[in-house]
C-alpha cells in the first residue's frame, strides 16, 4: 500500500512539460554533427538554467567528442554565473572525478552542494563519488555531507548502503523519507531496485529451503545482477 501510495502522488507538470520540451529537441538533433547538438543543447540550456538532464546531456556530448578541456571552459563560465552556478560545479565535479582528481572534485561538489539544497540527482552522484574515496578522505566527505538537509541525509545513507550492497539498510533508510520526497524518479529508483533485491533474496531462501527439505541436489538460485 505504502509504495502504491507513492506512485499516486500529484505529478509535477512544469518537470512533465521541459521533459517533453526536451524529448523533442533530442530527436530533433540526433542526426546533426556533434558540434551541431552541442551549440543546441547549449541553446536551450539557457533557456533553462535549472534543468538538469540538459547539463548532463551537454556534458555526455563533449565527453563523446573527447573535448574535455572545452567541457571544463564551458562548465567553468557557467559556473560564474548565479543562474548557472549549482549545475555548472556539478558538471566540473564529474569532470574532475573523469580526470582523477579527486582533490578538485571534491571542491567543485562542496560548491555546488553549497548552493541550496541539491537535487536527489546530485546527492546520488556525491554519494557515489564518496563511496570510492570511503577510508581515504573521511573528514572531507563529512564536510560535503553537512550541506544536506536532515531528509537528503537521509537519502545519501540510502545510496551509500546499496553502493555497498546492504540492501536491508538502505531501504529502511528510504522509508524513513515523506512519500513527497519519495515521488522523486531517483528515489524511486533506487526504492524499486531494493524492493526487488529484497524478493530475489526472499526467493533464494524459499528455494534453499525447499531444496533442503526434499534433499535436492541441484538448487536454482534467482540473481538480481
Known amino acids: 500500500?505504502?509504495?502504491?501510495?507513492v506512485i499516486t502522488q500529484p505529478r509535477n507538470i512544469s518537470q512533465e512539460t521541459h521533459l517533453k520540451d526536451f524529448y523533442r529537441l533530442l530527436e530533433s538533433i540526433h542526426s546533426t554533427s556533434a558540434t551541431g547538438r552541442?551549440?543546441?543543447?547549449?541553446?536551450?540550456l539557457r533557456d533553462n538554467p535549472n534543468f538538469e538532464q540538459v547539463y548532463l546531456k551537454l556534458l555526455e556530448n563533449y565527453l563523446l567528442q573527447n573535448s574535455i578541456q572545452s567541457a571544463k571552459l564551458y562548465f567553468e563560465q557557467l559556473a560564474l554565473d548565479s543562474k548557472y552556478c549549482r549545475n555548472g560545479r556539478w558538471m566540473l565535479a564529474k569532470i574532475y572525478t573523469y580526470l582523477d582528481n579527486p582533490d578538485s572534485?571534491?571542491?567543485a561538489y562542496y560548491q555546488a552542494l553549497r548552493y541550496g539544497q541539491p537535487s536527489p540527482a546530485l546527492v546520488r552522484d556525491f554519494a557515489e563519488f564518496s563511496q570510492r574515496l570511503q577510508g581515504k578522505q573521511d573528514s572531507l566527505i563529512d564536510r560535503g555531507k553537512s550541506c544536506l538537509s536532515q531528509q537528503k541525509q537521509v537519502f545519501y545513507a540510502a545510496i551509500l548502503n546499496y553502493l555497498n550492497q546492504d540492501f536491508d539498510r538502505a531501504l529502511k533508510e528510504i522509508l524513513k523519507l515523506p512519500k513527497t520526497q519519495i515521488h522523486d524518479l531517483y528515489v524511486m529508483q533506487l526504492l524499486g531496485f531494493c524492493y526487488l533485491i529484497a524478493f530475489f533474496t526472499r526467493m533464494n531462501r524459499l528455494y534453499t529451503n525447499f531444496a533442503q527439505f526434499f534433499d535436492l541436489k541441484t538448487a536454482k538460485t534467482y540473481s538480481y545482477k
Open 105 to 107: 572534485a571534491f571542491v
Open 1 to 5: 500500500m505504502y509504495f502504491t501510495d
Open 38 to 44: 552541442i551549440s543546441t543543447l547549449q541553446a536551450f
